[in-house]
T-cell receptor
Framework: QKEVEQDPGPLSVPEGAIVSLNCTYS??????FMWYRQYSRKGPELLMY????GNKEDGRFTAQVDKSSKYISLFIRDSQPSDSATYLC??????????????FGKGTHLIIQP | GAVVSQHPSWVICKSGTSVKIECRSL??????MFWYRQFPKQSLMLMAT?????????EQGVEKDKFLINHASLTLSTLTVTSAHPEDSSFYIC?????????????FGPGTRLTVL
């Protein structure tokens, strides 16, 4: 079993729809959860960052973490064609030291149809 | 702000040669830099963690003598793939943690695509 599971898609939805992206993980020690957006031939760009369980909203984006189910989600409201990209979930442990390396899902390729 | 650059963006080399990839934080100081590798249709996989002025910490299964990492300054880390072979062909991405920011705030470079013939 991989540490982080994410459906690679592609996921195709019409413009304006609500998009739901999800990841499951196996290591209960993960405490920090992130969502990155990656365009073709570019590095990942941080979208959302959440510590432990709960919801976080930023504009059209909402991140949810359910540690009891080891399940995280990213919702995109009023989706736009410019949202078309690969969305990567990532998570990390708390080591007590400095910054930590991230464990990524494979990424979901999202296509927003005009 | 928080821009990370990588050079080169792509490189093709012959088997047995060495390739150096640079990762620079352009407008901030990076106390920690990370190197990741991404094979087609696979996750980004952490290779090593590099702290300025100290030896890199490698993930299990990553050969430290093959992937040499140098983090000589707060704005530059280099990854050298020594004696490259076709199986080393991959997309190499670095990230940098900005000193004084949230502990898990990492800014990624655009990546370097390495093809070994």
């Amino acid at each position: 079993q991989k540490e982080v599971e994410q459906d690679p898609g592609p996921l195709s939805v019409p413009e304006g729809a609500i998009v739901s992206l999800n990841c499951t993980y196996s290591n209960s020690a993960f405490q920090y959860f992130m969502w990155y957006r990656q365009y073709s031939r570019k590095g990942p760009e941080l979208l959302m960052y959440t510590y432990s369980s709960g919801n976080k909203e930023d504009g059209r984006f909402t991140a949810q973490v359910d540690k009891s189910s080891k399940y995280i989600s990213l919702f995109i409201r009023d989706s736009q064609p410019s949202d078309s990209a690969t969305y990567l979930c990532a998570m990390t442990l708390y080591s007590g030291g400095g910054a930590d390396g991230l464990t990524f899902g494979k990424g979901t390729h999202l296509i927003i149809q005009p | 702000g928080a821009v990370v650059s990588q050079h080169p963006s792509w490189v093709i080399c012959k088997s047995g040669t060495s390739v150096k990839i640079e990762c620079r934080s352009l407008d901030f100081q990076a106390t920690t830099m990370f190197w990741y590798r991404q094979f087609p249709k696979q996750s980004l996989m952490l290779m090593a963690t590099s702290n300025e002025g100290s030896k890199a910490t490698y993930e299990q299964g990553v050969e430290k003598d093959k992937f040499l990492i140098n983090h000589a300054s707060l704005t530059l880390s280099t990854l050298t793939v020594t004696s490259a072979h076709p199986e080393d062909s991959s997309f190499y991405i670095c990230s940098a943690h900005a000193a004084g920011q949230g502990r898990n705030t990492q800014y990624f470079g655009p990546g370097t695509r390495l093809t070994v013939l």
